[in-house]
């Protein structure tokens, strides 16, 4: 949607006689293809958890857990986003899924405890961001 978005005002100025405004136009349209913090780091957490359930699937090594998955406290969301209570919540109830996965004292199977983890991406998103849950659900290892 939005890349489509972009290339029409992007023909639409490149139609247009005046230089000068051109150049400023520009500036704003690369503007909008600048994702938030929030995105990118929302990408790294998927990319990770791709290659962690690939790593429990086949019993490897895990990759220890990423430090700046702590960011998602202060990464700053989509300007039509706010960070409530709950989103708050929700990024607590994440992180502490997500270390628990490498708590080998545990009572759960690492199966359930990587499952639980993509749960919790999958709560957030119910109630924050619906779009993405289709992908994140091939996340889940069946049993
Ligand atoms: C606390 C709530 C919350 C949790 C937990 C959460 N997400 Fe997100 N996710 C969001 C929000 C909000 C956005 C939209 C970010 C924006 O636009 O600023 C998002 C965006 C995304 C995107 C789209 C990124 C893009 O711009 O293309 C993906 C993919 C994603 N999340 C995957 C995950 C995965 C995988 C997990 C768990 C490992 C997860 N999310 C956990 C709230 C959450």
């Known amino acids: 949607m939005k890349p489509v978005f972009c290339f029409i005002i992007l023909v639409f100025f490149i139609s247009c006689k005046d230089n000068a405004n051109k150049a400023v136009k520009a500036e704003v349209i690369y503007d909008m293809y600048v994702p938030s913090e929030m995105s990118v780091l929302m990408k790294e957490l998927y990319a990770f958890n791709l290659e962690l359930k690939k790593q429990v699937v086949k019993e490897e090594e895990l990759t220890p857990f990423p430090e700046q998955f702590l ?54 998103h119910s109630l924050e961001c619906t779009g993405p849950i289709p992908k994140i659900k091939k996340l889940l290892i069946s049993q």
């Open 71 to 124: 960011n998602i406290h202060t990464a700053q969301l989509s300007d039509f986003k706010a960070r409530t209570e709950r989103f708050k919540s929700f990024s607590n109830i994440f992180l502490t899924a997500q270390k628990e996965i490498y708590n080998t004292n545990s009572d759960l199977s690492l199966k359930d405890r990587f499952n639980n983890t993509i749960n919790t991406c999958i709560s957030c």
